[in-house]
């Protein structure tokens, strides 16, 4: 392909051939000239006029992409363990686009204001927008705003943590597509949609003016297109809801994984949380946010299951943001690709040593210690920076919370057999609406299984895949982790014909079929999501 | 020592060797105005002589305001072993950065 002779004004190509994720697990190789960065065009003086001009560019792409048959991608931050956000063609690069607005009573819909919200929780936010520096504008300026969920750190862009359904533990709220209310979607070289749900508009004329887009209210749209590893279009902008500011507070409790505690477990019960807990934590346990169980699965006698409980509570303008670095050594880049590689070499004979190896560095790499004494921060400050580095893999599985101890038996019981080299993390979650979103069950528990990234890991995954499709759990994977093992007939069977095809009408109705050609990938092939794939 | 040991525990060494890298980090914050991993911001710069010859300053393609928010220095045993062998003739360094992103004001949409 020959290279673009003149570009628009806020699009320059990226030279660039091939990319490996965040965290070293694949290396896509792409086409030469078909990877833009997008910037703000810097002719255009208001903010409005920038974000109008990124609307034509992202069409100019699509345009260019069809003219020369390539597929294209919106790229987040890349943090992606799987292949779900990359083409075979090229990537756009959109983290520059961090325009954010906000709403006056003037572009809202009547409905939304008339069930007593507010405008002030409503903002329109650019693809590119880190979580890092929308918790800043939310939380740290005149706003004084929360989100109402994050991932466990911040590094995402708020559409790439959306289209692939980050999360954290936040039981009552969700993941992070849980708060976005609309969504502002380039489809063609010549469209572009403003999508929000029937049930809960947000948006009134005056807005649909504004963003001079064609307007789609429509539930089965919207949450087929809220996880949707960009293969529906760009998305450009999202309509978050945000609430006034708020403090968490934070416990790291140690306990006994005993028949107490697998109950909690299998019901987020918060009667029979409160009896757990100990009397020196005085807060509601009504105000409980956060709930997570973190443990070695080699290390479990006596009390090894970390606890972490976070309150919601008012916020103190005394607050002090958080920014200190911490100090002194930490475990290199290379270190776990050496482990990795010194554990694939070996082979089988050095699996009776997994054990011992993973408990040697579980503190290291979970750095979980007992916290007494609340900790206050904002949900920025508590969900910050990722402390993980170099070659890493992990797996993610998503079932009913009634189902969590089931599931966890049957994982440590394999593990006794064939030990997995990391650590394991279980979360909550509030059932969402996105269509294909994985936490789909009404109290979705996740279990994160996080390692080295090295063949005994991947054949863990694999054979425990197996194991949960034989004892005929109901679960689903997370989209943007270890998930290899998708195919057509299994995504079927974990969200149902029904879903997907309501997905992919979804898609039809926003995209042609040149379109759909664009914003197609290897993956949504693989997983029966693509043209004509109507299950 | 066991032969076997010997040979298990030079094996693990020399993948030590040329595997690992030392890597120092200056960090502003921990956000970038591109995809982790994007090759067009690392490059291996190359001095000679000791020194006395030095690689021109690298332009960082930062569009923005010009600001760097992160930097790293990775050095690998490749970068040892030619600076050794060629007695400090060539001294082979990876560098890699990231620029600053944008940060506009919330505006009310009018």
């Not at chain 1, 790291?252 to 994984?257: A, D, E, I, Q, V």
């Not at chain 1, 009404?442 to 990234?453: A, F, K, Q, T």
Request: one cysteine or more; proline letters at 3%.
């Amino acid at each position: 392909m020959r290279t673009p002779k003149k570009l628009p004004e806020g699009i320059r190509l990226l030279k660039i051939k091939e990319w490996t994720n965040k965290h070293e697990n694949f290396t896509q190789d792409l086409k030469k000239n078909a990877s833009f960065k997008l910037t703000w065009p810097s002719s255009k003086k208001t903010n409005a006029e920038k974000y109008h001009a990124t609307t034509k560019n992202f069409q100019w792409l699509i345009k260019y992409a069809i003219k020369n048959k390539i597929r294209l991608r919106a790229m987040g931050s890349g943090w992606s363990f799987s292949k779900v956000g990359v083409t075979e063609g090229g990537i756009v690069d959109t983290k520059s686009l961090r325009l954010a607005f906000g709403m006056k009573k003037d572009k809202v819909a009547q409905k939304y204001l008339d069930s007593g919200n507010s405008p002030k929780n409503l903002f329109l936010v650019q693809c590119g927008m880190s979580m890092l520096q929308l918790n800043k504008k939310m939380e740290r300026g005149s706003l004084k705003r929360s989100l109402k969920a994050s991932g466990a750190s911040n590094g995402q862009t708020i559409v790439g943590a959306m289209s692939t359904g980050t999360h954290g533990s936040a039981f009552k709220v969700g993941a992070v597509q849980d708060f976005v209310v609309g969504l502002h979607i380039v489809t063609g070289p010549d469209r572009h949609v403003w999508i929000e749900r029937k049930s809960y508009p947000v948006t009134n004329q005056a807005f649909a003016d504004w963003i001079g887009a064609e307007v789609i209210r429509d539930d089965a749209i919207f949450n087929s297109a809220l996880v949707s590893f960009g293969s529906f279009g760009f998305i450009h902008g999202v309509m978050i809801e945000t609430e006034p500011i708020f403090l968490l507070e934070k416990f790291n409790l140690k306990f006994s994984y005993d028949d107490q505690l697998k109950s909690i477990m299998d019901t987020c019960d918060l009667t029979q949380m409160q009896k757990i807990i100990p009397s020196y934590i005085k807060s509601d346990i009504n105000d409980l946010y956060h709930f997570q169980v973190i443990f070695n699965p080699h290390n479990m006698s006596g009390k090894k299951m970390y606890v972490g409980l976070m309150y919601k509570g008012p916020y103190d303008s005394d607050y002090v943001h958080e920014n200190k670095m911490p100090e002194g050594f930490t475990y290199g880049d290379s270190l776990t690709g050496v482990i990795q590689t010194i554990i694939d070499a070996a082979g089988g004979v050095i699996r009776p040593l997994i054990p011992r190896l993973t408990t040697l560095f579980f503190g290291q790499a979970y750095k979980q210690v007992e916290r007494k004494k609340g900790k206050f921060a904002t949900v920025g400050d508590m969900f910050g920076a990722t402390n993980t580095r170099g070659t890493l893999a992990s797996m993610a599985v998503a079932v009913d919370a009634a189902d969590c101890t089931k599931v966890l038996k049957l994982m440590l019981d394999f593990n006794k057999k064939c030990p997995f080299p990391g650590g394991l993390g279980v979360r909550y979650l509030k059932g969402t609406k996105a269509t294909l979103g994985f936490t789909k069950f009404d109290l979705s528990c996740v279990i994160e299984l996080d390692g080295l990234d090295c063949d005994i890991a991947r054949e863990f995954y694999e054979d425990f895949y197996k194991i949960l499709e034989k004892e005929k759990i109901n679960f689903t994977l997370h989209w943007g982790k270890f998930n290899y093992m998708l195919n057509r007939g299994r995504v079927r069977k974990m969200y149902g014909g029904r879903r997907m095809n309501t997905w992919i009408r979804s898609r039809h109705a926003l995209l042609d079929q040149d379109t759909r050609e664009v914003f197609a990938n290897e993956f949504i092939e693989k997983c029966g999501l693509h043209i004509g794939a109507i299950a | 020592m066991k032969p076997l040991v010997k040979t298990i525990s030079l094996l693990v060494f020399l993948l030590f060797l040329f595997q690992s890298c030392g890597v120092t980090r200056v960090v502003a914050e921990y956000d970038c105005d591109t995809f982790d991993n994007n090759p067009e911001y690392e490059e291996t710069s190359v001095n000679y002589w000791w020194g006395l010859q030095q690689a021109r300053d690298i332009d960082p393609k930062c569009c923005d305001d010009c600001a760097i928010n992160k930097f790293e220095v990775v050095k690998q045993f490749d970068h040892f072993f030619i600076s050794f062998i060629t007695l400090g003739i060539v001294i082979p360094t990876r560098v890699k950065w990231c620029c600053r992103p944008p940060d506009a004001e919330i505006e009310n949409i009018d």
